[in-house]
């Protein structure tokens, strides 16, 4: 079955620091840009981040930058978001999932199923 599973979530106090991990089966997430969504309550979900399939180009929406960082072990067919300096604003739902571009535009892919359960994160002021 090929799927993506979210990990890592949970419940934090601001400033504080949590590591999701996305593990993904059936088929190997090397030669994809694999990111980070998120939805927040109430809200429609957004991009957080992505990476390259070799993992040396990164882009992160402006409300993460320098708090937040994305990786990969394509060997342990895995990605991950490091996430430093939290705020109440970054309380959401984060899933990951392979990115497609076209020209400058990035957007969410398919090939690895549909949307998982996510994990979440809450961030207590």
């Known amino acids: 079955q090929v799927q993506l599973v979210e990990s890592g979530g949970g419940l934090v106090q601001t400033g504080g620091s949590l590591r999701l991990t996305c593990t993904a089966s059936?088929?190997?997430?090397?030669?994809?840009?694999m990111g980070w969504y998120r939805q927040p309550p109430g809200k429609e979900r957004e991009s957080v981040a992505h990476?390259?399939?070799?993992?040396?180009?990164?882009y992160y929406t402006d409300s993460v930058k320098g708090r937040f960082t994305i990786s990969r072990d394509n060997a342990k067919n895995t990605v991950y978001l490091q996430m430093n300096s939290l705020k109440p604003e970054d309380t959401a739902v984060y899933y990951c999932?392979?990115?497609?571009?076209?020209?400058?535009?990035?957007?969410?892919?398919?090939?690895?199923?549909?949307w998982g359960q996510g994990t979440h994160v809450t961030v207590s002021s």
């Open positions: 990476i390259s399939p070799s993992g040396d180009i990164t």
């Open positions: 059936g088929r190997t997430i090397s030669a994809y840009r």
């Open positions: 999932r392979d990115v497609r571009r076209s020209g400058n535009n990035y957007y969410s892919g398919s090939d690895f199923g549909s």
